[in-house]
């Protein structure tokens, strides 16, 4: 399969933000809802766990003394693997007859049934 059409279904690196993010939130409640917001959202926060990660937390965490989630802990989520899924190798068709999802075809005594009737407010 191409890799444009692969889709990933879980990746350990948002299992790690997930446990910074939890293990930070309860400690800046301190801050001002400004501060704390700036922190905790979007690239900012990105930075601040990937460096947490790679064990060399910023010299500002290190200043307002927050607890880190333990070194072991970070490393078991890192060795996780990606799932990651792709689709069939006959693309997305549509069932053929006497397949499972297949449309059945309607009998009446020996012969073909007419088609159904739709309402007009389906059309």
Do not use: C, W
């Amino acid at each position: 399969a191409e890799e444009s059409s692969l889709v990933v279904l879980y990746k350990p690196l948002f299992s790690l933000h997930m446990l910074i993010y939890d293990t930070l939130l309860p400690q800046l409640t301190h801050l001002p809802a400004d501060d704390r917001s700036s922190l905790l959202r979007g690239r900012h926060f990105a930075f601040i766990a990937d460096s947490i990660i790679e064990h060399t937390p910023l010299t500002f965490v290190k200043k307002l003394g927050l607890s880190l989630p333990p070194p072991e802990k970070i490393e078991e989520l890192k060795s996780l693997p990606y799932l990651v899924v792709s689709p069939p190798d006959d693309g997305n068709r549509i069932p053929l007859p006497g397949e499972k999802g297949a449309a059945k075809v309607r009998y009446t005594v020996n012969m073909l049934a007419p088609p159904k009737r739709r309402s007009r407010l389906g059309k």
